[in-house]
């Protein structure tokens, strides 16, 4: 449900732009490491130990999430398929967000429904679609010097519905990446500090008349405060089973079948990324995947520090998806695959690659820019 909406919100988007004239994006710029990750992880359904066929759909909803992304990307222009993946994320969450209040609160008052649309699930999209509202003010602000009343109306509506959720995960992971863009970007001060304001009066009036009995009760919770919600003892039974298939792992979706059920309810994940990643894919998988995060990592920083005044928006976007993935990674995993949606990782990291690429061709040297760079700020 939740992918034939922002499958559906994409297309509609993207039908409005004309395709290329010419062979101007090339598939080359997605680096070959994020395909060997990809190929290795949907290799894996070979010998997955989960039931084939229920594997096998998953993994082909994967498998088109990521080839109707390759399909844009070779199509359009970068610059189009970006733009329009926000909208697209920011309407979709809207959508999603307006669903989760008509469909109601669960048992124990968090937006969202266990089996529907889970409380989790809803956390995570909510925040994919605030990061895309704020990148969007953003740039607003960076080229006219304001903000539109219809991006604050959104951003509100979204960041309500995002604690209404109660999903820790997803808010403490959403307010680092905003404190990353408090601390890094170019906004000003009195900017900063209405922002500042603004996130800490919407969290206290939802905290004020909506959860703060929930929140209460789980802070006096001590074993729930100790285990994380239950997630070390899942740790501690998975790195166990992890010892057995250490090199390649159990396969494609395999944790939501044989992995450690240590609570009432299935348990489809890890909640950790990295072992996530191990248990389904293996060393070799992880290997490929820690090396995707290292690549994609040193071409942000580049981008930052040798390009960052004439991309900024397309840097910013880059460092705050990854920020708000990497933190969530740390208590949760993806069912399927990574914890970085895999569609957006595809388009930042071929985004990257197309910034240094053209910086290139268009004779820019990174050495020479970086003596710019610092001659610049000595005489600032």
Not at 143 to 154: A, E, L, P
Request: with cysteine; proline share 1%.
């Amino acid at each position: 449900m939740v992918k034939i909406v922002y499958l559906c919100i994409v297309i509609i988007y993207f039908s409005r732009i004309r395709p290329l004239d010419r062979n101007y994006m090339k598939l080359s710029n997605i680096p070959f490491v994020l395909i060997l990750f990809l190929g290795w992880m949907f290799l894996s359904i070979l010998w997955t130990a989960a039931n084939f066929f229920s594997a096998f759909v998953y993994w082909l909803t994967s498998m088109a999430d990521v080839f109707t992304i390759l399909f844009f990307l070779k199509t359009f222009e970068i610059e189009k398929v970006l733009e329009h993946t926000l909208k697209g994320i920011i309407v979709g969450g809207v959508i999603l967000a307006i669903i989760a209040l008509f469909n109601g609160f669960n048992s124990v008052g968090r937006l969202g429904n266990d089996e529907f649309l889970h409380p989790n699930v809803l956390g995570n999209l909510l925040s994919m679609s605030l990061i895309g509202s704020v990148v969007c003010m953003y740039e607003y602000r960076y080229r006219y010097k304001g903000f539109r009343v219809v991006d604050v109306v959104v951003l509100s509506f979204l960041m309500v519905c995002l604690f209404l959720t109660i999903s820790k995960t997803a808010i403490i992971a959403f307010t680092v990446t905003m404190l990353v863009l408090i601390l890094f970007s170019r906004l000003t001060f009195k900017t900063k500090l209405f922002l500042i304001l603004f996130f800490t009066g919407v969290f206290y009036i939802v905290y004020r008349y909506f959860i703060g009995d929930y929140i209460t009760d789980y802070i006096e919770n001590q074993r729930l405060i100790s285990t994380l919600t239950g997630r070390t003892i899942i740790w501690q039974y998975t790195l166990y089973m992890i010892k057995e298939r250490l090199l390649m792992g159990y396969g494609f979706l395999a944790f939501r079948e044989v992995g450690p059920q240590v609570a009432a309810v299935r348990i489809g994940s890890a909640h950790n990324d990295f072992l996530n990643v191990i248990f389904n894919f293996g060393a070799i998988g992880l290997s490929l995947y820690l090396f995707v995060f290292i690549t994609y990592i040193k071409k942000l920083l580049t981008c930052i520090f040798y390009f960052r005044e004439k991309y900024e928006i397309e840097t910013l976007m880059a460092l705050l998806y990854f920020t708000y993935f990497s933190v969530r990674g740390l208590t949760e995993a993806n069912l399927t695959t990574i914890s970085f949606n895999l569609q957006l990782l595809t388009i930042l990291m071929y985004l990257l690659t197309y910034i240094l690429k053209k910086t290139s061709e268009d004779g820019i040297d990174i050495k020479s820019e970086f003596f710019n760079l610092k001659t610049r700020q000595n005489y600032q």
